[in-house]
């Protein structure tokens, strides 16, 4: 743990939990893109304090910051390619763009 006092060492755990959950359910629940590669990002960042409250050595820690570091570089990206392309980044809205370009189905 990172101290010797028990009582603080679960109010990091909770909070690195609480972090979690709330990266887990906003990247679930949300239909912009943006806010969902913010909510995985804020449940990274919770397993990283989690891990660090739990003593896990630096050089997992030092991993899991580039992992993440990456993941947001390769979203960073994907976002700006996704709004070029198709001029929005709600999910609904590039349903619809996806559909307007599809072919129709031949009658059976």
Same mark, same amino acid.
């Given at each position: 743990?990172?101290?010797?006092?028990?009582? +603080?060492? $679960? =109010? +990091?755990? !909770?909070?690195?939990?609480? =972090?979690?959950?709330?990266? /887990?359910?906003?990247?679930?629940? #949300?239909?912009? =893109?943006?806010? $969902? /590669? /913010?909510?995985?990002? @804020? !449940? &990274?960042?919770?397993?990283?304090?989690?891990?660090?409250?739990?003593?896990?050595?630096?050089?997992? +820690? &030092?991993?899991?910051?580039?992992?993440?570091?990456? %993941? @947001? =570089?390769?979203?960073?990206?994907?976002?700006? $390619?996704?709004? *070029?392309? %198709?001029?929005?980044? *709600?999910?609904? *809205?590039?349903? #619809?763009?996806?559909?307007?370009? *599809?072919?129709?189905?031949?009658?059976?």
């Amino acid at each position: 743990m990172v101290s010797a006092d028990p009582i +603080l060492a $679960r =109010l +990091l755990l !909770a909070m690195a939990t609480t =972090l979690l959950l709330i990266g /887990v359910i906003a990247a679930w629940t #949300s239909t912009n =893109l943006v806010k $969902r /590669v /913010v909510g995985l990002l @804020f !449940a &990274m960042l919770g397993a990283l304090v989690g891990a660090a409250a739990l003593a896990a050595p630096a050089a997992l +820690l &030092m991993l899991g910051a580039g992992v993440a570091l990456g %993941y @947001f =570089l390769v979203a960073a990206a994907l976002i700006v $390619r996704v709004q *070029e392309a %198709y001029g929005a980044v *709600e999910a609904a *809205e590039l349903d #619809s763009a996806d559909g307007v370009d *599809e072919p129709a189905e031949p009658k059976a």
